[in-house]
């Protein structure tokens, strides 16, 4: 079902692409989404500069995590605490068994590649807050015995 979703929004983006004669120009993820598009020979305002720069940011982020993450980066971001009893299991996302190149993130084009990334770093950022909720609850439980034991 989330295949039909993906391919029905990429047909719907380039359709409208087509629609508008700019199929062979790049658009960012919210232009796609919000169909607008800065009008040439104008000067571009700054909330249009503003989302230029943090999408470049964030393909720059994810690149430098993703390449950091599988060289084993002990200064990588995506990194969890010795002290985690889940840093040692395997992440659970399905795109972890897909071959890579090495360096295949430092010029990433495509929209679906982008999104594949976004998702995957999306899915990791989930799997480390479950780990830290998971982590508070415990220590809460520990924390709410010791005060029964106490009284």
Known sequence: MRDEDDNLLQFA????????????????????????????????????????????????????SLAGGEEGDPASPLSVSPS???????????????????????????????????MELSCREQEKMDRVRQQEAEELERILQLSLLEK
């Not at 989404?33 to 999408?55: A, C, F, K, M």
């Not at 889940?86 to 010029?107: D, I, L």
Request: no cysteine; net charge negative; charged share 20%.
């Open 84 to 118: 985690d009893p889940g840093a040692n299991s395997p992440p659970s996302y399905s795109s972890v068994a897909e071959p890579r190149m090495p360096g295949a993130f430092s010029a990433v084009n495509s929209f679906d590649e982008q999104l594949r990334i976004a």
């Open 13 to 64: 983006i380039q359709q409208s692409l087509l629609d508008a004669g700019t199929e062979s120009d790049q658009v960012t993820i919210w232009e796609a989404l919000t169909n607008s598009r800065p009008v040439s020979g104008h000067i571009q305002s700054p909330l249009y500069e503003d989302d230029s720069q943090l999408e470049r940011a964030i393909q720059e982020s994810m690149s430098i």
